[in-house]
């Protein structure tokens, strides 16, 4: 059963800088029907990524592909940027490990390796594209606009390069997920390229549990059932009207009051599991993207969102907790803890007299204690901190850890008041750099670009 703690963030044990009954209970009774209304919205369809762990066709659909072309490759390179990679790249290393590509093939029980372009790195594109040979491989491209320029860029030196090796054949070599329209959708209908969709209404941040992280979790006998299961018996906690029961609002409750009357902006999400760290990566897009907005749902412009990053325990705390604990107290640490690992190391029994009292110690005793250490050490210097518990690392419980975020992301929006589906920052950028690669239609960003470069010459040191 996964848990949320969340008294180190309150007053009684953590201090001053913490929450006080009455604030939490105020801010439960402020946006109390904050439950009811997102209850509402999934009644009328406006949370279409809530449905996903339900729509059994799709789920079938990716099952069925996958064992039909499984054998057919050594590699499946996934080719995708942001939400439509971030969320594939956190379930194969949380739930796969971590040197599963380094395995020997019957280790691998004979299963594909499963790459990722999620930049447009020129080396580590050519150095991926060059291991995993075209003959070989299976290419997934996803974009639900159809037109994101990264993946597109990489995408055309995959086809190249698959026409190059294996000719028209390359139509078996590659497989699209993206929206209902544009250039990626168009042109996987004209060569007769297998597609599959990105439902309308989940956006790419939203988008795990659609064939962009699914697809490839597939080939990598990721077991799909037990991951939706997981988010199934999450949905039901998400959904509670009773604001104290519902483990989603009160992690973005929690979150939002420390931000707004703590100062606590800077959100670190720190698992204890090298396998939680990319799914920590996947909630930091999902934590910024969503809740960091200049305007509100009111038309006031408001310039809010918390700042997430990420560490990891144990590694972290020899880099980073010196500052969480005596630098600027402007700092909420939401811990990521598993009850248990799917393998453990015994310490030996035979040992020097000076480590005598580690003897016999598991791993997993070790990394446990250096979280409470670490709890402890913030809680007595003032420091707000929380911890979400999941029972193991399996696949139904990383489906309910997800979900879990992915609604507390919404729940957090509510009580910013500002749009968490949307992201007009990014799109910004995107137009400026259209502009600048002379993409037709945005003359106008690529002159606005060349008359600040003037501006800008006069403060460069060379």
Request: a neutral charge.
């Amino acid at each position: 059963m996964i848990s949320f703690h969340y008294g180190n963030a309150m007053a009684p044990l953590v201090g001053a800088e913490g929450l006080t009954d009455e604030a939490l209970q105020g801010g439960i009774v402020r946006t109390g029907l904050a439950c009811e209304r997102i209850a509402r919205m999934r009644s009328d369809g406006k949370l279409a990524f809530a449905e996903l762990p339900y729509a059994e066709d799709m789920i079938a659909g990716i099952e069925k592909f996958a064992e039909e072309r499984r054998a057919s490759f050594r590699n499946v390179v996934h080719i995708g940027i942001g939400g439509s990679a971030l969320g594939p790249i956190a379930l194969q290393t949380a739930l796969k490990p971590r040197l599963i590509n380094l395995h020997s093939v019957k280790d691998r029980e004979f299963l594909p390796r499963v790459f990722f372009i999620d930049n447009i790195d020129p080396e580590e594109t050519r150095e991926i594209l060059t291991f995993a040979h075209p003959r070989e491989t299976l290419f997934h491209i996803v974009t639900k606009s159809g037109e994101t320029t990264e993946t597109l860029a990489a995408f055309m030196v995959a086809l190249e390069r698959l026409q190059q090796s294996v000719g028209d054949r390359f139509r078996e070599h590659m497989v699209v997920t993206t929206g209902a329209k544009g250039f990626l959708r168009q042109w996987a209908t004209r060569e007769k390229v297998r597609a599959f969709d990105v439902p309308e209404g989940v956006g790419g941040r939203f988008s795990v549990f659609t064939p962009v992280g699914l697809l490839p979790a597939a080939f990598m006998g990721i077991p799909l059932r037990e991951l939706m299961g997981g988010a199934i018996a999450m949905d039901t906690v998400c959904m509670r009207i009773e604001p104290q029961t519902n483990m989603a609002y009160m992690v973005a409750l929690v979150a939002n009051l420390l931000d707004t009357q703590r100062r606590k902006n800077i959100h670190v999400l720190m698992p204890y599991s090298r396998a939680l760290r990319d799914v920590a990566d996947w909630f930091r897009q999902l934590w910024a993207e969503s809740l960091g907005k200049m305007m509100s749902l009111d038309g006031k412009v408001v310039n809010v969102g918390p700042t997430p990053t990420v560490s990891l325990g144990a590694t972290d705390q020899h880099s980073q907790v010196q500052l969480y604990v005596e630098g600027p107290n402007n700092k909420f640490v939401l811990f990521l803890a598993p009850d248990r690992f799917r393998h453990d190391e015994v310490l030996p029994q035979k040992t020097a007299p000076e480590t005598a009292w580690l003897a016999g110690r598991k791993f997993s005793e070790l990394i446990a204690a250096a979280r409470i250490g670490t709890e402890a050490s913030l809680t007595r210097a003032g420091r707000p901190n929380a911890t979400i518990e999941i029972p193991d690392l399996s696949a139904r419980a990383i489906g309910g850890l997800m979900f879990l975020l992915e609604m507390a992301t919404v729940f957090a929006g509510f009580l910013y008041n500002v749009n968490p589906f949307d992201q007009p920052g990014v799109e910004a950028g995107k137009r400026a750099a259209f502009g600048l690669l002379g993409r037709p239609g945005f003359e106008d960003e690529k002159k606005a670009l060349e008359t600040s470069s003037g501006d800008r010459a006069r403060y460069i040191v060379r």
